[in-house]
């Protein structure tokens, strides 16, 4: 006979349960946007979860907060995979950017529990450190080649040891990814999206000078990085990417959309530049035959777009099966939650390649006290129990939300873009 009552369910408590008694969300904007999900459990220990989706950010507030919490609520936070699969299986809907950030937020949250309930930095719990440090790229940009080459040599003197350059294209009244306030570039910018324009051809002109004076100028013993946002063509992109390879670059970033993952093969079959992919990926299946046929060699996905720590592991140990190595997004629209978790992730992951970090503004760091540290070109997550990070509610509650959009591109006659 079928007893009803016997059959396991999801919320069920077991001996050394921890049952989860609040589960909120907080929306600040300390310079910009950023949505975090905390959980409180009934012993009072709490976790952190980031779910900013930069320019979209309410609609995960609402998902998280409508649809996710209300399933929470006494269920044991110990019950991490469960409630992975509970959230992903359990929705219907499958899969997307919002959904995946609110189940990354859960996730990476109840991981902050886990390991504070077990007086451990999260790396620990998962696996332990296989390195020493995370080793980070920064971000070197101007207007000129000269002012590019001038800010990567300040990066190189606070002792990075990978760059990204990205320089103005000449003819083109702006650059995505070329910022007037150097250190702390923010792409999200206007209460309605600011329309660029752009122009393959005189963007393709640009990189090559940039690359040749940037090894000119700062050798050969750093690695330098370019992201194309996805601006390209995949033949154009193999024809960069050639163009390119007398200079070496540690990645080209983001060469084409990657919808459909066999465009890379074209770029593949053009170029020996290494190509890193992944910043907007939500989920395993955006990446699996990028990875499969080894298009790319570097994965970009992160914990709070990718269905957090849990998803992460998922994707990078198929990464691992291929050679493709980590190498996450860590621009300023991914919160210091989201950053710590990255680390944590960085230092136990055996196929990590590089991190990125772009630093946060002194107002975000107020407000996510953290442990994670820089020193020497890497990035060292602390020795805190949990992730090592914490959310200062009276000082977030002084920032309200302000609507900030993300630029959009058209080609110079008038052409939505990108292709
Ligand atoms: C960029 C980001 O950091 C990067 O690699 O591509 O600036 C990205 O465009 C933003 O994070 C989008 O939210
Ligand atoms: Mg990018």
């Not at 904007?29 to 012993?43: H, M, Q």
């Not at 324009?197 to 000078?209: D, F, G, I, N, Q």
């Not at 990085?225 to 193999?238: F, N, V, W, Y």
């Amino acid at each position: 006979m079928n007893d009803m009552s016997a059959s396991p369910s999801a919320s069920q408590i077991h001996h050394g349960a921890l049952p989860i008694t609040d589960a909120r969300v907080i929306i600040t904007c300390p310079g910009r946007n950023f949505v975090t999900l905390k959980i409180t459990t009934a012993e009072g220990t709490y976790g952190l979860g980031d779910a900013t989706l930069n320019g979209r950010e309410l609609a995960v507030a609402a998902y998280v907060q409508e649809h996710v919490c209300p399933l929470l609520i006494g269920r044991d936070a110990h019950r991490i995979e469960d409630t992975w699969q509970y959230l992903y299986k359990g929705a219907y809907w499958r899969g997307g950017p919002v959904g995946m950030a609110a189940i990354a937020a859960v996730d990476v949250a109840l991981w902050d529990i886990k390991a504070k309930v077990a007086g451990l930095p999260l790396y620990q719990l998962l696996g332990g450190a296989c390195r020493n440090h995370v080793t980070v790229y920064g971000h070197a940009n101007g207007e000129t080649i000269d002012d590019t080459i001038a800010e990567a040599r300040r990066y190189q003197a606070m002792g990075y040891r990978a760059i990204r350059l990205q320089t103005g294209v000449p003819g083109l009244a702006s650059t995505y990814g070329v910022s007037r306030d150097k250190m702390f570039y923010e792409p999200a910018d206007a209460h309605l999206p600011t329309e660029n324009v752009w122009s393959s051809e005189k963007y393709l002109r640009s990189v090559p000078p940039l690359f040749a004076a940037a090894r000119e100028a700062l050798g050969w013993d750093v690695h330098l990085l370019h992201d194309i946002h996805h601006r390209l063509t995949p033949i154009e992109a193999g024809r960069l990417g050639k163009d390119l390879e007398p200079y070496r670059p540690f990645w080209l970033e983001d060469a084409t959309p990657a919808e459909n993952q066999a465009a890379f093969r074209l770029i593949r079959q053009h170029t020996t530049t290494p190509l890193a992919v992944g910043e907007t990926f939500s989920s395993i299946w955006n990446c699996k035959q990028l990875i499969e046929e080894q298009l790319i060699d570097y994965i970009r996905a992160t914990v709070v777009h990718a269905g957090g720590i849990t998803h992460l592991r998922r994707i990078a140990g198929l990464a691992d099966l291929y050679g493709v190595r980590t190498g996450c997004h860590g621009a300023t629209d991914l919160s210091p939650v989201s950053m710590a978790a990255a680390l944590h992730f960085g230092l136990s992951v055996p196929n990590f390649g590089i991190q990125e970090y772009m630093r946060h503004t002194a107002e975000t760091d107020a407000v996510f006290p953290h442990a994670y540290g820089f020193e020497g070109g890497m990035l060292s997550p602390g020795e805190q129990a949990g992730l090592g990070v914490d959310l200062d509610e009276a000082l977030a509650a002084q920032y309200p939300y302000r609507r900030a959009y993300l630029p959009v591109n058209r080609l110079e006659d008038g052409t939505m873009f990108n292709w």
